[in-house]
């Protein structure tokens, strides 16, 4: 069965230090991979998708970034982590047996910069 | 803009009461849509999809929402709450390899 990995599930930060979330999926192949921003009122706001290794597509202009080294995993990063940065990030994965369209999402990691 | 608007942000129900809440989505062409919910303390999940056929599609725990592509509408419904309705719920559209969400509806059932 799929499984999707995250962590860590909590951080909190100084403004201006580095990030660094990882998330991996098991369990499948080329999967389709995200990023969200989860904010209460706003939804969930999609800030990065991959279709493969070393393809990123990012929708929101930020202070962050995302990598995908391999297959099965999704990095998120910043070098200077801004206040505004703080919140719940989500990582899901679509593709392989569970129909190209649906998203699985993980745990999540709840940022706090301070 | 591709984007996903839900109509309230709070609802309040009585168990037994009837649901629907609004979701309207902006044209994109061919679009697949989803309703996600997420019960306290869990993880995101999928309630319910349409891609195409029958624009009226059943959901698990009793949930349906029907597809009028007239009004870019895809309304979620459930006849009767139970108090464990009691969730957070999404609904999203897919454009390409995207799903926007919209901002989510918080449902409280009282028993």
């Known amino acids: 069965s799929q499984t999707i990995h995250q962590w860590p599930a909590t951080l909190v930060q100084p403004v201006g230090s580095p990030l660094s979330l990882e998330c991996t999926v098991e369990?499948?192949?080329?999967?389709?991979l995200y990023w969200y921003r989860q904010a209460a009122g706003r939804g969930l706001q999609l800030l990065f998708y991959s279709v493969g290794i070393g393809q990123i597509s990012s929708e929101v202009p930020q202070n962050l970034s995302a990598s995908r080294p391999q297959d099965r995993q999704f990095i998120l990063s910043s070098k200077k982590l801004l206040l505004s940065d703080s919140g719940f990030y989500l990582c899901a994965w679509s593709g392989g047996f569970s129909g190209a369209n649906v998203l699985t999402f993980g745990a999540g990691s709840r940022l706090t910069v301070l | 803009a591709q984007s996903v608007s839900q109509h309230n942000h709070h609802v309040i129900l009585s168990e037994a009461a009837s649901l629907e809440l609004g979701c309207n989505y902006s044209?994109?062409?061919?679009?697949?849509l989803f309703w996600y919910v997420q019960y306290p303390g869990q993880h995101l999940q999928l309630l319910l999809k349409?891609?195409?056929?029958?624009?009226l599609v059943k959901g698990i725990k009793g949930f349906e929402a029907e597809f009028i592509k007239s009004k870019f509408s895809f309304n979620l419904r459930k006849p009767s709450v139970q108090w464990s309705d009691t969730a957070e719920y999404f609904c999203?559209?897919?454009?390409?390899?995207?799903?926007?969400f919209g901002a989510g509806t918080i449902l409280r059932v009282k028993s």
């Open positions: 369990g499948t192949s080329n999967p389709n």
């Open positions: 999203a559209a897919e454009y390409g390899n995207k799903l926007v």
């Open positions: 044209y994109g062409g061919t679009v697949n």
């Open positions: 349409y891609f195409s056929g029958d624009p």
